[in-house]
């Protein structure tokens, strides 16, 4: 079973929530978002741990994260994501500048993790 930490509580973090609930081997089994965690979890009836900081959250027990927060967070989530090894799927556009895309490119190629 694929743990999955879901970063955001938005529109695309309901969408990607949905698909999981549709897949046998995946679970989303935490949620971070600044102020709208436990509101998320409550509202969709997950059990999921809550978390109001994102690399908090990355230091439970996930093997995966799905970034849907907003794109200027990408960089520093997948870095952080990468930093502990973790696959990560990321919400489009990637990032902003070309920098950040290639500096998030080069988290995960380097860490060896599956960036999609």
Known sequence: MLRVGLVGSGFMARTHLERYRSMDDARVVAVASPNTAADFVAEHGLDADTFEDATTMMDADVDAVDVCSPTPTHRPLVEAAAARDLDVLCEKPIALTL????????????AGITLM
């Open 99 to 110: 920098e950040d895309a290639n500096a998030i490119a080069s988290a995960a190629a380097n």
